[in-house]
């Protein structure tokens, strides 16, 4: 694992010691983040189920303002801190070492979001859907005028989680990234606030 481009590029980042987290590969980092990357100027990330923080990290390289980390797993906690404290984004950073599923936002005192990336361990589909629906609904009033979310799971799996509603997915093997929006909020006269948001 290492940081694709950006002020840290070729950096390497602590890996998973275990399987209950499943960091993306590069060749599909690099090309989810060329696509990505005239969003991240400035951007405000938010990193769920982050593992050991590959997402953000990487935004934070691309020049990201701030990225907000959700993770509960004693292991990936402790190799996420020592990779955002390596890479000296401790100002930029922020840890909720929280069950994201009870998480409770408070939108008045918060930025917002214009880039989430949700990536649920795979069983959530099953066994917690209607956590991740209930997930997707204080997402969903976090986000900018044009943020998105990228929602990764098992090509062979589906969840509809309104209100966020899919306008593009790209397949990567056995693995999918769609990129869900919250159209009620869309705002024309923004410059990246388009009909389609670009990806």
Known sequence: M???AGTHRGRRLL???TEETRPITDRVKQS???MLMPRLENACVLDIFAGTGSMGLESLSRGARHATFFESGRSPLRLLRENIDALGF??????MPVDVFKWSPKPETADSADLVFLDPPY???A????DLQELAMKLAALLSPDGIVLFRHDTSDSLVLTPLIPHDRREYGAMTIEFLAEWSKRDESH???MGVPPV
């Open 2 to 4: 290492r940081i694709i």
């Open 15 to 17: 890996a998973p010691e």
């Open 32 to 34: 989810l983040f060329d």
């Open 90 to 95: 401790a100002d930029r950073s922020t840890i």
């Open 123 to 125: 069983r959530f589909l």
């Open 127 to 130: 066994e917690r859907a209607s």
């Open 191 to 193: 410059p990246r606030g």
